[in-house]
């Protein structure tokens, strides 16, 4: 029935309706109210897609069948309580609410759990990813490591609380005691393939620091598809496939199977059937060892007997010492007589020889050193005469600049320049007046020749007196 319409004014006015009216946050959030009042827990089935782990923590995907397709989140503190990590294209069952989100206009489930939708849709995405796998080659056995025979340091990977490390450890106890590296894991929830494959690459990238394990065990006890999916996780298998290290997967029971399985160098029923593996029995290498003594110690002394037998069967067939050495003992006394008489014939010869050599060289020697004498006096005669030429030549040098130097303080040399030298009857010089007697025959000295004079009176003394006009003395 048409609503009641009210008119105020003339006929040409706006007609005003009577609905209530809303805005558009009361209205989405009324319709969530109703969505999530009549869907406040439903279990929705679909195949994942889309799927986003976002680095909130959340998680967004969306589930969808052949139809239809329906938002999923996942709050963050849900995620660490899923028994299975979401995968994409997974078919899953997921329990939850319906909500809306107004920023949007959309529906959306709110999970809080994810289970597997059924066994063979698990089998058969394990299988396609076994498949991808193995076409990259992470299962062949070429890849496959040789187990060490006794490991130093093994590694195990596995839950701390759980029985798997204590069976373990009893384990190795009793066959071979080892050190063993225990890294701390969760085996099974959304955390377990991530924490596992850290595991597989931390033991391997151990340095000089750190004591390298010689073997890694990766072990978790039995449990349901769904607790293992950890050790399906493709994460895990490349790890496991990577490692330097050899490798034991020891995941569930005897007949539980799993990735990683595929991708390890060994594959251990169970996790005590690990440890067996790893190491042998120390009781029995003993015992081994023993016996290999044994049977050393008996093929050792059975072939020294052979041999003393064989050495005595030898020697009695062998003739007698003195009879092999009678023959060459006489060939060799006839041998030293006659090499005394060969020795001094010899030795004769060899001096006459000597002898004609001797005097050869002696003949040779003196006539080469007369000749070599020769040659060095004829060569010392020239020397000593140029040394001779170029003395006497220093010397006449010297001579002449001498003669230079006498002739330069020699008294000649004052007389010619009109000087006189007086000397007396006895002939010694008179160097004073007062030497000279009067009347006293002197001898003057000139540069040309003496010539002789006579003193007339002695020096003046007292007053002077007025000089006497002597004459010549020529």
């Not at 959306?108 to 076409?135: H, S, T, Y």
């Amino acid at each position: 029935m048409p609503a009641a319409t009210l008119y105020h004014g003339t006929m040409a006015d706006t007609p005003v309706s009577n609905l209530p009216e809303f805005t558009v946050t009361t209205l989405s959030a009324a319709l969530k109210r109703a969505v999530e009042d009549q869907f406040a827990f439903v279990r929705v089935r679909g195949e994942i897609s889309g799927l986003k782990f976002h680095s909130s923590g959340h998680v967004y995907f969306d589930l969808k069948d052949d139809k239809a397709v329906l938002n999923a989140v996942i709050w963050r503190g849900n995620t660490g309580r899923l028994k299975i990590r979401p995968e994409a294209g997974m078919e899953v069952i997921c329990t939850g609410k319906l909500s809306t989100y107004a920023g949007s206009s959309r529906y959306q489930l709110i999970v809080e759990q994810v289970e597997l939708a059924g066994l063979g849709a698990l089998m058969a995405m394990l299988e396609e990813r076994r498949k991808k796998l193995a076409a990259e080659g992470l299962f062949d056995a070429s890849r496959k490591k040789k187990l060490p025979f006794l490991p130093g340091v093994i590694g195990v990977i596995t839950s701390p609380t759980g029985a798997v490390i204590r069976d373990i450890m009893h384990r190795l106890e009793a066959r071979f005691p080892r050190r063993v590296l225990l890294w701390p894991v969760a085996v099974q929830g959304e955390k377990a393939a991530a924490e596992v494959a850290a595991a597989i690459t931390g033991f391997n990238a151990f340095g000089a620091h750190l004591p390298k394990p010689d073997l890694i065990i990766v072990a978790r006890g039995g449990g349901s598809v769904e607790d293992l999916m950890a050790f399906n996780d493709e994460a895990v298998v490349r790890a496991a496939a990577a490692s330097v290290i050899p490798l034991i997967s020891a995941v569930g029971h005897e007949t539980d199977t799993t990735l990683i399985d595929f991708a390890a160098d060994m594959r251990a029923p169970t996790p005590t059937a690990a440890a067996e593996l790893a190491v042998p029995v120390r009781t029995e290498l003993l015992a081994q060892t023993i016996d290999f003594e044994r049977r050393m110690l008996t093929c050792f002394s059975k072939g020294l007997k052979d041999r003393q037998r064989h050495l005595a069967q030898l020697a009695r067939v062998l003739p007698r010492a003195e009879s092999l050495f009678a023959g060459p003992r006489q060939r060799l006394d006839q041998a030293s007589e006659g090499l005394g008489q060969s020795l001094r014939k010899n030795l004769q010869v060899h001096r006459v020889q000597f002898s004609r050599a001797e005097a050869q060289l002696r003949t040779r020697m003196l006539k080469d050193r007369m000749t070599v004498c020769g040659e060095r006096v004829a060569a010392l005669g020239t020397r000593a005469e140029r040394a001779q030429r170029a003395r006497l030549a220093q010397a006449r040098r010297q001579l002449d600049g001498l003669t230079r130097v006498l002739d330069s303080v020699s008294h000649k040399s004052v007389l010619e320049r009109g000087f006189a030298l007086v000397r007396g009857e006895d002939g010694k010089v008179r160097r004073r007046a007062a030497a000279v007697k009067p009347g006293e025959a002197l001898t003057l000295s000139f540069a040309d020749g003496d010539t002789p004079a006579v003193a007339e009176g002695g020096p003046a003394r007292g007053k002077a007196k007025k000089p006497v006009d002597q004459g010549s003395l020529f």
